[in-house]
């Protein structure tokens, strides 16, 4: 008699919560860990210590893990994540520990949440058994603005972001500069979705591309393709206004522009859309060329593709720099829009660049491919 083959179990949503020092994460990660929304989840942490936890404490489960009183276990990263994450999975599966169905990792002492991102996506085993739902990046509401002015980590925080957390919202007394601490994270990353600190905690860690049992979940919430292309829009439109203003008075003024905000500046969000089913091969070609050319510049990539091979189950696309990872082939399109959408969430990295890329794979028009100058500096360029 033959054992039948095993069925892999569903992947397991997997959330980061990252922020800058001082933001007010280990506040709102106190409030998390006392909420039943957060049962049968673990909670990965550098040290105990830092958050407080021993009125929180039931029992300790093994060296390095607590049981909390919300029913979520909370661990600390003893050297590894990876070796960290490998291990929860083997507990689990052993029947050592809860069998949990969601992970928050809590980020601090890590500015960049990629290495976490490359930790999962790029790792075989890790990449079946955990899924990315998303980042979520908690701002100082109070400082956010200033953080966001001193520091390029916390810009590129908030821009890889699926949620941003506005904290400290007690303390604000300038409700303009609130408003446009919003605006310009809106501007900086139009498809996050931008919540305050007391906020219900699962709509904090979830409402990302994955559900609880690892099935797809809400594909268009986690793309946001609309926002992408709104504010891809809106500020085409503000740019021609200021050119044309700027052309009329015959003076330059780039350095109206405050020199604070360089760092937004250099972050750009966009989507490219193709309404024909691309082949597998040609997909795989451009997402290759692109990440060995440009990889250190995606801070994200998110997409939904349509294959023509099998243009009825469209794939699913997540990468981070260096490292694409095609998750999962949905069983049917999540709506009547059946274009191929790829949101890039690049650093200092034009849309040209990527777009006449994206044409030459295609094969649009000529006018649309990349010309020698635009590539000269490719090692790996179109040459035949």
Known sequence: MTNAP????????????TGFLGAGKTTLLNRMLKSPALQDTVVIINEFGEIGLDHLLVETVDEGMVLLSAGCLCCSVRGDLIATLEDLLRKRDNGRIMPFRRVIIETTGLADPAPILHAVLYHPYLSMRYAVEGVVTVIDAVNGALTLDLHREAVKQAAVAERIVLAKMDLVQDRTSLRDLRERLRQLNPGAAILEA????????????FDLDGKIADVAGWLKTEAVEEAERLSHAHQHAHHHHDDHDGHDHGHRHHDVNRHDERIRAFCLTSNQPVRQGTLDMFLDLLRSSQGAKLLRVKGLVALA??????????????????????????SEDRRSRIVF?????ERETVEKLWNAFLGRPAVDQPDAAA?????LSLRR
């Open 309 to 334: 091979e099998d243009p009825e189950h469209p794939v699913v696309i997540h990468g981070v720099q260096h490292v694409i990872h095609v998750p999962a082939i949905l069983p049917r399109w999540p």
């Open 198 to 209: 007391d906020a219900p905690v699962e709509d904090i860690v979830a409402g990302g591309l």
């Open 6 to 17: 095993m069925t892999p179990p569903p992947p397991i949503p997997l959330t980061i919560l």
């Open 345 to 349: 969430i690049v650093d200092d990295l």
């Open 375 to 379: 590539l000269s500096d490719n090692p």
